[in-house]
T-cell receptor, first 114, second 115 residues
């Protein structure tokens, strides 16, 4: 089975802090994704990566950056956390060998910014 | 970004009833996916559809890829209490020739099953 592991289930940080969310997958997937999920807004793509050191902006990249130094790990960084970044963050990965490869999700990190 | 229109937004049903939900888009997708999300968990893949017109079953779940490639439906037969959760459709486009694809999600259908 595909295993996508997010480092924290719950996280509380303060406004202005630099926040790191970590995601690791064990299936040698090329593609990795970061989403945020908010009530009434569904899942929105923040950033994605289709290879080591490669990254692409999603639909809502403002206030975030990412790092993909190793194939199995994709980090989401909140440069200076703000209260409007309180949300559920979901990481996903998929195999890159072909176009029709579904994404598999981690259990999410519920982040609160005070 | 692009959104899918998923309906209904919520459903309240009795155990044993059948359920149907659907998604429509103004754009064509080359894959449709259906996910279920339990409270406090990440979405779990239920069914993946790869060809227009395809009808696929997974236990009590049946999903179809619309012939126009712009819609999909999911049916759940003989619902049980553990079917409770949020069901998401997702359309998949190709963003890079040699790699996988980004997803566009519907806003979800919240299903409540009364015992």
């Amino acid at each position: 089975d595909v295993k996508v592991t997010q480092s924290s289930r719950y996280l509380v940080k303060r406004t202005g802090e630099k926040v790191f969310l970590e995601c690791v997958q064990d299936m040698d997937h090329e593609n990795m994704f970061w989403y945020r999920q908010d009530p009434g807004l569904g899942l929105r793509l923040i950033y994605f990566s289709y290879d080591v050191k490669m990254k692409e902006k999603g639909d809502i990249p403002e206030g975030y950056s990412v790092s993909r130094e190793k194939k199995e790990r994709f980090s989401l960084i909140l440069e200076s956390a703000s209260t409007n970044q309180t949300s559920m963050y979901l990481c996903a990965s998929s195999y890159g060998g072909g176009v029709n490869q579904p994404q598999h999700f981690g259990d999410g990190t519920r982040l609160s910014i005070l | 970004g692009q959104q899918l229109n998923q309906s209904p937004q919520s459903m309240f049903i009795q155990e044993g009833e059948d359920v149907s939900m659907n998604c429509t888009s103004s754009s064509i997708f080359n894959t449709w996916l259906w996910y279920k999300q339990d409270p406090g968990e990440g979405p779990v893949l239920l069914i993946a559809l790869y060809k227009a017109g395809e009808l696929t079953s997974n236990g009590r779940l049946t999903a179809q890829f619309g012939i126009t490639r712009k819609d999909s439906f999911l049916n759940i037969s003989a619902s049980i209490p553990s079917d409770v959760g949020i069901y998401f459709c997702a359309g998949q486009l190709k963003f890079k020739e040699t790699s996988g694809s980004r997803l566009t999600f519907g806003e979800g259908t919240q299903l409540t099953v009364n015992p």
